[in-house]
């Protein structure tokens, strides 16, 4: 899209992604305690010291990949959440999530992209791990990566309606709406809104 190539749009993108993050996995932490959840390779032993809006900002500046690829990413961590409920976004494997996820969408929509080790060196992890962490977030996703133009739209169409009532709604209201369980999933049952945005185009022959 070339919405997506204005020099204003990506900044404002990754400030909402970070932030969306940030509040479902304070959450999700939260609900350690009164659901289990596993322990994955994507966990962390402790909580990462960069944030996750700065660690995005770092994915930005040196991935050097189309700003398409993270709203794939978006898409993908999405799926993963709905595929892996015991495997809730948090604290300890959202960086790892995110670097992961941008690779995959990378490597799905890019001509050009560099290998594992520049992407772990982006993501201050070894390449050993980024190895692992590719084919973990791949079966979890159950080989899921196809991105239709209308799942795509519908997404993109999502982040873009959240962002501009940001700032009159409170970010954890927001947030909250999103998910349809204590879990949190990112955004809305795939298959539903695709069949919401094609009903749409329909009516709107």
Not at 1 to 5: I, K, Q, V
């Given at each position: 899209?070339?919405?997506?190539?204005s020099p204003n749009v990506m900044p404002k993108l990754i400030t909402f992604l970070s932030s969306l993050l940030q509040r479902v996995a304070e959450t999700n932490d939260l609900n350690r305690q009164f659901q289990p959840q596993k322990i994955s390779v994507f966990h962390g032993l402790t909580r990462p010291t960069i944030s996750i809006q700065?660690?995005?900002e770092r994915i930005l500046k040196y991935a050097n990949c189309s700003p398409s690829?993270?709203?794939v990413a978006y898409v993908y961590l999405d799926r993963f959440s709905q595929r892996q409920p015991s495997l809730p976004i948090n604290s300890f494997n959202v960086h790892r999530?995110?670097?992961t996820s941008v690779m995959v969408a990378v490597k799905f929509m890019d001509d050009m992209y560099y290998n594992n080790a520049y992407y772990a060196k982006v993501g201050g992890i070894s390449t050993t791990e980024m190895n692992f962490l590719e084919v973990?977030?791949?079966f979890g996703l159950g080989f899921h990566l196809n991105v239709t133009p209308t799942t795509f739209h519908t997404y993109y169409s999502y982040l873009q309606r959240e962002m501009l009532l940001q700032p009159t709604l409170n970010l954890a209201e927001s947030s909250l709406n999103i998910g349809r369980s204590l879990k949190l999933h990112l955004c809305f049952n795939e298959d539903e809104a695709s069949h919401q945005s094609q009903q749409q185009q329909q009516l709107a022959v």
């Open positions: 899209m070339a919405e997506l190539e700065s660690y995005l690829c993270f709203i999530l995110l670097v973990d977030f791949l």
